[in-house]
T-cell receptor, first 115, second 115 residues
Framework: GAGVSQTPSNKVTEKGKYVELRCDPI?????LYWYRQSLGQGPEFLIY????????DSGLPNDRFFAVRPEGSVSTLKIQRTERGDSAVYLC?????????????FGPGTRLTVL | AQTVTQSQPEMSVQEAETVTLSCTYD???????LFWYKQPPSRQMILVIR??????QNATENRFSVNFQKAAKSFSLKISDSQLGDTAMYFC????????????FGKGTRLSVIA
């Protein structure tokens, strides 16, 4: 079946602009994660959804970052007043149920470049 | 907080040979999970192998196996009969047990398989 998809694949924006990054999880997966991967680093956790609610948003770096998942499926990561330091690959992952042993399946990421 | 350390930024191996990637971690948890993910240039993170900390037996998955040393907090990945398609970034990751928790990743090891 279809895997996790993310759009756009690449996004170039100017400093100060607003961007939205979209994640379509695997159908039926209830858990959804956002990670950020800076150049030369491993992914770092941003936020986790169980269903429609954000179960853990402790990784969001500041209040410019916000994410929603209104119907428990597609999620959108929103970044306001972008800064050059926000440039990174934003990865989304989903897993099928609330269980610590469930594998997280990753999408191909969105590469965000802030000029 | 948990940390994951991968001390080898880059490694190379001849096709058909065996290579071992190192990973150490720090945690005060007694029950947890460890993972190796592969990230090819397409950016998509692919699960290679998973180990439950309560299991003494090392996980294996075809050409991939781990050497899990719980007391030493070490979790190395051995790739046998290396193939050109194994060329990628490899990330070691940690997950706490007990409810959905995010993955904590190391900085990765870039593996090149040479023909």
């Amino acid at each position: 079946g279809a895997g996790v998809s993310q759009t756009p694949s690449n996004k170039v924006t100017e400093k100060g602009k607003y961007v939205e990054l979209r994640c379509d999880p695997i159908s039926g997966h209830t858990a959804l994660y956002w990670y950020r991967q800076s150049l030369g680093q491993g992914p770092e956790f941003l936020i986790y959804f169980q269903g429609t609610g954000a179960a853990d948003d402790s990784g969001l770096p500041n209040d410019r970052f916000f994410a929603v998942r209104p119907e428990g499926s597609v999620s959108t990561l929103k970044i306001q007043r972008t800064e050059r330091g926000d440039s990174a690959v934003y990865l989304c992952a989903s897993s099928p149920r609330v269980a610590p042993t469930d594998t997280q399946y990753f999408g191909p990421g969105t590469r965000l470049t802030v000029l | 907080a948990q940390t994951v350390t991968q001390s080898q930024p880059e490694m190379s191996v001849q096709e058909a040979e065996t290579v071992t990637l190192s990973c150490t971690y720090d945690t005060s948890e007694s029950n947890y999970y460890l993972f190796w993910y592969k990230q090819p240039p397409s950016r998509q993170m692919i699960l290679v192998i998973r180990q439950e900390a309560y299991k003494q037996q090392n996980a294996t998955e075809n050409r991939f196996s781990v050497n899990f040393q719980k007391a030493a907090k070490s979790f190395s990945l051995k790739i046998s009969d290396s193939q050109l398609g194994d060329t990628a970034m490899y990330f070691c990751a940690f997950m706490k047990h007990g409810g959905n928790t995010p993955l904590v990743f190391g900085k990765g090891t870039r593996l090149s398989v040479i023909a």
